[in-house]
């Protein structure tokens, strides 16, 4: 049977240390197994504003077809307004993809990004060359969650972004072949607000879990920069992004520790709390949003909030280093935290704060990978605190031990897994195209 060909548009790309392109970067090692050869489209590292991690180039094979190409720099580009890779890469990856199509008759197109402007090219290619394409969507492209958050709350130039996002997912959705998400909301959403798209047409994929990434980091000897391990402190991690749809399960995380503290000031004051990359942001301009829900339960001391991302290899050794691992969830109820898998293959014992109602709740169900403490987004926030207090003393009498993790439950959710599923619709859209 004769290999097919898909076209893989994701801008950020290792080095670039960015969340958005994992799901690729673990899937290059199986397409072509699986009967896909894959050709990548990318920027240069050194246009994109993100920070880099050169030992992310080691889990991409050797014979990988990478094509890495220039964006307009951000110096100028600001001056208007611009600065998202999206914007800045569109033209580029206009001519790149037009000169890559006419060269290898690609039979998909397949966008696995959040900048999400580039998006629109499937559109044009769609018209142009007659090829299908399918839409990853890791995050909302036009998002409603902030409509009714007041400014403060509002991620910066929403007015603008939102009108903008708006158009171009509509235009964009008209045409798409089908949709990939993390989380059943998001097609859920958009068969809502475009009659095009129906059932068929989509499919939910978590990102999976990369074991590879734990066999590299166990060669690299690597330290962490936050701690020393066995420092005398018991010292919680969480990686990931913060934002004020957290709040919630943040304030049940630091009302859960004011209680412990109250209740057992002489364990409960060990206890550092590491919250890391938590801003978009390029290094140095993020804004804090955990150490003021932390200041306002009164244990700000024992919180530590960096709002830059550490390259990816060295967050791995922050969750192998660490005594405990947390992870605060949205009030967005279609927020699956990506970042779950690595903690859980960190086999590290792992306390979630979630809604009752995100697919992370089954994960650690079915896999006994960790805890989940979970809420309504109606309740109070002390029932929450005291049901995150009842884990932490759980925890604390426990540690240090490893979670009873089923890894045959765990075996759907690693990469390989992740990528058959993908194979497995790019079949199934190639055959109803």
Same mark, same amino acid.
């Given at each position: 049977?004769?290999?097919?060909?898909?076209?893989?548009?994701?801008?950020?790309?290792?080095?670039?240390?960015?969340? %958005?392109?994992?799901?690729?970067?673990?899937?290059?090692?199986?397409?072509?197994?699986?009967?896909?050869?894959?050709?990548?489209?990318?920027?240069?590292?050194?246009?994109?504003?993100?920070?880099?991690?050169?030992?992310?180039?080691?889990?991409?094979?050797?014979?990988?077809?990478?094509?890495?190409?220039?964006?307009?720099?951000?110096?100028?580009?600001?001056? /208007?307004?611009?600065?998202?890779?999206?914007?800045?890469?569109?033209? /580029?990856?206009?001519?790149?993809?037009?000169?890559?199509?006419?060269?290898?008759?690609?039979?998909?197109?397949?966008?696995?990004?959040?900048?999400?402007?580039?998006?629109?090219?499937?559109?044009?290619?769609?018209?142009?060359?007659?090829?299908? /394409?399918?839409?990853?969507?890791?995050?909302?492209?036009?998002? %409603?969650?902030?409509?009714?958050?007041?400014?403060?709350?509002?991620?910066?130039?929403?007015? /603008?972004?939102?009108?903008?996002?708006?158009?171009?997912?509509?235009?964009?959705?008209?045409?798409?072949?089908?949709?990939?998400?993390?989380?059943?909301?998001?097609?859920?959403?958009?068969?809502?607000?475009?009659?095009?798209?129906?059932?068929?047409?989509?499919?939910?994929?978590?990102?999976?879990?990369?074991?590879?990434?734990?066999?590299?980091?166990?060669?690299?000897?690597?330290?962490?920069?936050?701690?020393?391990?066995?420092?005398?402190?018991?010292? #919680?991690?969480?990686?990931?992004?913060?934002?004020?749809?957290?709040?919630?399960?943040?304030?049940?995380?630091?009302?859960?520790?004011?209680?412990?503290?109250?209740?057992?000031?002489?364990?409960?004051?060990?206890?550092?709390? #590491?919250?890391?990359?938590?801003?978009?942001?390029?290094?140095?301009?993020?804004?804090?949003?955990?150490?003021?829900?932390?200041?306002?339960?009164?244990?700000?001391?024992?919180?530590?909030?960096?709002?830059?991302?550490?390259?990816?290899?060295?967050?791995?050794?922050?969750?192998?280093?660490?005594?405990?691992?947390?992870?605060?969830?949205?009030? %967005?109820?279609?927020?699956?935290?990506?970042?779950?898998?690595?903690?859980?293959?960190?086999?590290?014992?792992?306390?979630?704060?979630?809604?009752?109602?995100?697919?992370?709740?089954?994960?650690?169900?079915?896999?006994?990978?960790?805890?989940?403490?979970?809420?309504?987004?109606?309740?109070?926030?002390?029932?929450?605190?005291?049901?995150?207090?009842?884990?932490?003393?759980?925890?604390?009498?426990?540690?240090? #031990?490893?979670?009873?993790?089923?890894?045959?439950?765990?075996?759907?959710?690693?990469?390989?897994?992740?990528?058959?599923?993908?194979?497995?619709?790019?079949?199934?859209?190639?055959?109803?195209?």
């Amino acid at each position: 049977m004769p290999m097919k060909k898909v076209l893989i548009i994701s801008p950020n790309f290792p080095p670039i240390n960015a969340a %958005d392109m994992h799901r690729v970067r673990q899937s290059l090692p199986f397409f072509e197994g699986m009967g896909w050869k894959a050709t990548v489209l990318a920027v240069k590292p050194e246009f994109v504003e993100m920070s880099q991690d050169p030992m992310l180039i080691k889990t991409i094979p050797d014979d990988s077809d990478v094509h890495y190409l220039k964006a307009f720099d951000s110096k100028y580009t600001r001056k /208007f307004g611009l600065g998202n890779i999206g914007y800045r890469s569109l033209y /580029f990856f206009l001519k790149a993809g037009n000169r890559l199509i006419r060269k290898n008759k690609y039979d998909l197109i397949y966008f696995s990004t959040t900048a999400f402007p580039v998006m629109v090219l499937g559109k044009y290619w769609k018209h142009k060359f007659g090829i299908p /394409f399918i839409i990853d969507m890791q995050d909302p492209w036009r998002n %409603d969650f902030y409509l009714d958050k007041p400014k403060n709350e509002r991620p910066p130039k929403f007015w /603008f972004a939102y009108r903008m996002d708006k158009y171009l997912e509509a235009t964009t959705m008209k045409k798409v072949a089908g949709i990939v998400s993390v989380s059943p909301g998001y097609p859920k959403t958009l068969m809502e607000r475009y009659a095009n798209i129906k059932p068929g047409m989509c499919t939910v994929i978590p990102f999976g879990g990369a074991k590879v990434d734990f066999d590299i980091l166990e060669k690299s000897a690597l330290k962490n920069s936050l701690f020393t391990k066995g420092d005398g402190h018991i010292n #919680f991690a969480y990686i990931g992004r913060g934002g004020h749809d957290m709040n919630f399960a943040l304030s049940g995380i630091f009302g859960g520790l004011k209680k412990g503290l109250e209740e057992n000031p002489e364990l409960f004051s060990k206890i550092r709390m #590491f919250f890391v990359g938590t801003s978009y942001a390029a290094d140095g301009k993020g804004l804090k949003t955990i150490e003021p829900i932390a200041q306002k339960f009164g244990v700000e001391n024992q919180v530590i909030e960096i709002t830059n991302r550490l390259p990816y290899f060295e967050a791995l050794q922050v969750l192998k280093d660490s005594d405990i691992l947390i992870i605060p969830g949205s009030t %967005d109820t279609n927020y699956t935290a990506s970042k779950l898998y690595p903690y859980i293959l960190s086999e590290k014992p792992l306390i979630a704060v979630f809604n009752e109602n995100s697919s992370v709740v089954e994960i650690l169900g079915k896999t006994r990978a960790g805890t989940c403490a979970t809420f309504a987004n109606d309740e109070p926030e002390e029932k929450l605190a005291t049901s995150v207090l009842n884990v932490y003393n759980d925890f604390l009498a426990r540690i240090p #031990f490893v979670p009873d993790t089923n890894w045959n439950e765990f075996e759907p959710y690693s990469a390989r897994e992740a990528t058959r599923k993908q194979v497995d619709f790019f079949n199934k859209i190639l055959a109803t195209s």
